[in-house]
């Protein structure tokens, strides 16, 4: 009765399912072992009405016009640029660390030098990664690097990966650079908002298509069996394409151990004033035990006079236990090693597709597993 079966409801299965279903004219059977659509990217009102992102502060951002214009099928948008601080021993300086911040550190004659040396190095509205500035053997550069390094990202990091900048992918902290601009906005993607309901009105739009089957509450186990190379869906062999969202150690049992993530402990507040903060996210990069606080409101635009909801994010080792979620993929070569293992047990199901930011152990945005999403489903129609 199907021709195909997603597993995940997020952004990877529900592209994947959208396209199969309407553009591959095929029956897709989606099932989702949580009670509601949207994997992290969920969206829900609190019991004080603020609209909360129960799975940590999800905002959208791409320079893939095609992503959006996809998306844009199912939602219109909020504008709303994300801006962060960084709560430095009193002081609120902007994140990524800017030309800004240069003037609240080190005040503004000795930041007029420091940044003209700097856009000389690199050159104006230049990004460049704490790393790669750590390198400089400039001593004024160097001291910067060593501020920005003591200030921004080594306690935060420590918080949120249990270990030191140096010691995790290169490619995360790079994601938050040293930016020689006044530009304070977290995001420079010409095209960033919110969903204008929310992104569960989003899935909802997404996943409402006559060829569509969704089924909540369903972990794939209790309907799908791997074994031997073949599928089998409720007990009959199943010839079709499985795509697969989950972490893909638990669709093998973990048989080669336990795949290493992040976890994180959402800790929300309700508050009986207006506004908590003067930002959307305040990142606690040298004190606290929790990475960030977020004020959903600034995401939601809502009108409460008397109520705003925030929340706390504290991060730690994920233990397998069910009543955590594998946030983020530890990416290093031993843990690549180990999911190139579990790909090549995959690799034996010629039907079968792993996609997303578990199935590919890998740091994806929304907007980068929308694209692939689009390339998965391309290819399966063809
Ligand atoms: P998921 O959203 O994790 O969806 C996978 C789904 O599969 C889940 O619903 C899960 O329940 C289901 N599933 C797993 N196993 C099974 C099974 N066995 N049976 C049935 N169902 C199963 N990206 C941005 O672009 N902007 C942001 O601001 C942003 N903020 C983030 C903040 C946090 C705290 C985190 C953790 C991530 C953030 N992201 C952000 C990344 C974003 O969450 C991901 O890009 C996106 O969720 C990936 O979608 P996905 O479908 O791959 O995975
Ligand atoms: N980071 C940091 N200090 C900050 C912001 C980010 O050290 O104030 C580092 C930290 O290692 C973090 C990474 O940069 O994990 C990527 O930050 P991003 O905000 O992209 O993380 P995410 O929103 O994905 O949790």
């Known amino acids: 009765m199907f021709d195909c079966i997603v597993i995940g409801a997020g952004f990877a299965g529900a592209v994947t399912a959208r396209e199969l279903a309407e553009r591959g004219n095929q029956k897709v059977l989606l099932v989702e072992r949580r009670t509601h659509l949207g994997g992290n990217a969920y969206d829900c009102l609190d019991q004080a009405g603020v609209l909360i992102h129960q799975y940590g502060p999800h905002i959208f951002h791409t320079s893939n016009r095609q992503v959006f214009e996809y998306l844009s099928r199912f939602t219109s948008w909020r504008d709303y640029q994300h801006r962060v601080v960084a709560s430095v021993q009193g ?163 973990c048989r080669f151990g336990r795949l290493p993530y992040r976890t994180l402990d959402f800790q929300f507040e309700t508050l009986p004033v207006e506004w908590f903060q003067t930002h959307g996210t305040v990142n606690y990069t040298v004190d606290e035990a929790y990475t960030r606080i977020t004020e959903f409101k600034y995401f939601s635009g809502q009108t409460l006079p008397d109520r705003t909801t925030i929340v706390k994010e504290y991060s730690r080792a994920y233990t397998g236990s069910t009543d955590e979620t594998p946030y983020y993929a530890i990416i290093n070569g031993a843990n690549n090693a180990l999911y190139e293992q579990y790909r090549a047990l995959a690799g034996a199901y010629p039907r079968l597709r792993l996609l997303g930011r578990l199935a590919e152990y890998q740091y994806y945005n929304m907007d980068a597993i929308v694209a692939r999403a689009l390339t998965l489903a391309d290819s399966l129609i063809k």
Not at 146 to 167: A, C, L, N, R, S
Not at 178 to 188: C, G, T
Request: aromatic letters at 12%; proline letters at 6%.
């Open 91 to 253: 002081r609120l300086m902007p994140v990524p660390f800017n030309l800004t911040s240069l003037e609240l550190a080190f005040g503004s004659e000795a930041a007029a030098r420091l940044s003209k040396k700097c856009i000389e190095t690199y050159g104006a509205e230049k990004k460049v990664t704490i790393l790669e500035l750590r390198q400089s053997t400039d001593p004024e550069l160097s001291a910067l690097a060593d501020y920005v390094y003591e200030h921004i990202f080594e306690y935060y990091t420590m918080k949120q990966w249990g270990t030191t900048p140096e010691e995790i992918d290169p490619n995360t902290t790079a994601r938050v650079p040293v930016f020689l601009s006044r530009d304070d906005r977290y995001f420079q993607d010409p095209w960033q908002g919110i969903p204008a309901d929310g992104y569960t009105a989003l899935f909802e739009r997404m996943l409402d298509h006559p060829n569509i089957e969704v089924r909540l509450g369903v972990p794939a186990e209790t309907v799908l069996t791997l074994r031997d190379g073949a599928a089998e869906l409720e007990g009959a062999a199943f010839t079709g394409a499985v795509i697969y969202t989950g972490a893909v150690d638990e669709l093998f049992g």
